[in-house]
């Protein structure tokens, strides 16, 4: 087995491979530095990795491009992703590009932190969300004891997973808020659980990436869930979830053109939770 990036020659760490072999259609294998390196410049690699070669890795990185004839599927409909079993996945071509567009802009508010392995499932969201769905939340998190990667993301009227293992389609599962009675956290050194609980049954996600933010994105989806159902799924309390959602854009709109400074919009941002 390799144990070493055949793009860079460093001995492969835990690190390049907890996320996923990033093997190659040759047999090569990349480190994670070298395939965020390669994805900047192409961003298919990420879903498709194991198409390329180690030579079409050295042509990008070498000349900016790969060779059209290793590519024949690239470019079809511009490699749209799709959503498994998902009646809401017909967009044209323009529609998904404002979504995908309007989707990132919120989550560049939400300042939301989430690794490079997550731009996969952030290509799906256009069509898995209502048009006028927003994005409250957001955090790297997979269904435990799977391989998967993915997201967990909560919106006014649910909580969404799209979970994706490398090389195959995405995996959608929504919890409704009329269907979820609380929410819990376990903390834990490597991957803390966040938890959400059905009425039909428990359900878990690990998150690997960023543990101090996951105990943050808890405490954020507690103040939402974890009350009394008839209060957390209510008409008013997702009409006061999208209201203080709007508040936060303009925040991050006011710090982003200079007029709140970093401190300022900390604070601000603080108390408009609090409210939650």
């Given at each position: 087995?390799?144990?070493?990036?055949?793009?860079?020659?460093?001995?492969?760490?835990?690190?390049?491979?907890?996320?996923?072999?990033?093997?190659?259609?040759?047999g090569?294998i990349?480190?994670?530095?070298?395939?965020?390196?390669?994805?900047?410049?192409?961003?298919?690699?990420?879903?498709?990795?194991?198409?390329?070669?180690?030579?079409?890795l050295?042509n990008?990185?070498?000349?900016?491009?790969?060779?059209?004839?290793?590519?024949?599927?690239?470019?079809?409909?511009?490699?749209?992703?799709?959503?498994?079993?998902?009646?809401?996945?017909?967009?044209?071509?323009?529609?998904?590009?404002?979504?995908?567009?309007?989707?990132?802009?919120?989550?560049?508010?939400?300042?939301?932190?989430l690794?490079?392995?997550t731009?996969?499932?952030?290509?799906?969201?256009?069509?898995?969300?209502d048009?006028d769905?927003?994005?409250?939340?957001?955090?790297?998190?997979?269904?435990?004891?799977?391989?998967?990667?993915g997201?967990?993301l909560?919106?006014?009227k649910?909580?969404i997973?799209v979970?994706?293992?490398?090389?195959?389609?995405?995996?959608?599962n929504?919890?409704l808020?009329?269907?979820?009675?609380?929410?819990?956290?376990?903390?834990?050194?490597?991957s803390?659980?966040?938890?959400?609980?059905?009425?039909?049954?428990?359900?878990?996600?690990?998150?690997?990436?960023?543990?101090?933010?996951?105990?943050?994105?808890?405490?954020?989806?507690s103040?939402?869930?974890?009350?009394?159902?008839?209060k957390?799924s209510?008409?008013?309390?997702?009409?006061?979830?999208?209201?203080?959602?709007?508040?936060?854009?303009?925040?991050?709109q006011?710090?982003?053109?200079?007029?709140?400074?970093?401190?300022e919009?900390?604070?601000?941002?603080?108390?408009?939770?609090e409210?939650l």
């Amino acid at each position: 087995m390799n144990d070493h990036c055949g793009l860079c020659g460093k001995e492969l760490t835990s690190i390049d491979t907890m996320l996923g072999e990033n093997k190659l259609s040759d047999g090569n294998i990349i480190c994670n530095s070298c395939l965020e390196k390669a994805s900047a410049m192409n961003e298919e690699l990420l879903s498709d990795l194991h198409r390329f070669s180690l030579k079409d890795l050295e042509n990008l990185l070498h000349n900016g491009e790969i060779a059209q004839e290793e590519t024949v599927q690239e470019n079809i409909a511009e490699n749209l992703p799709s959503v498994a079993d998902s009646e809401q996945n017909v967009l044209s071509k323009d529609l998904y590009k404002k979504r995908l567009k309007e989707i990132k802009k919120q989550l560049e508010s939400l300042r939301a932190k989430l690794s490079l392995f997550t731009k996969g499932e952030i290509k799906e969201l256009p069509y898995i969300l209502d048009l006028d769905e927003k994005i409250l939340a957001i955090i790297d998190a997979q269904f435990a004891k799977t391989t998967d990667a993915g997201i967990l993301l909560v919106t006014p009227k649910r909580i969404i997973s799209v979970s994706k293992a490398m090389f195959s389609p995405a995996k959608v599962n929504e919890f409704l808020n009329d269907n979820i009675l609380e929410v819990s956290f376990v903390k834990n050194f490597v991957s803390p659980n966040i938890r959400i609980h059905t009425k039909e049954k428990t359900v878990e996600f690990e998150s690997f990436f960023n543990k101090d933010y996951a105990e943050d994105f808890y405490h954020f989806i507690s103040k939402i869930y974890n009350k009394e159902a008839s209060k957390a799924s209510s008409p008013e309390q997702n009409t006061f979830s999208e209201s203080v959602l709007e508040q936060l854009e303009k925040l991050g709109q006011l710090r982003e053109n200079g007029i709140l400074t970093e401190e300022e919009f900390t604070s601000q941002k603080k108390k408009l939770l609090e409210k939650l």
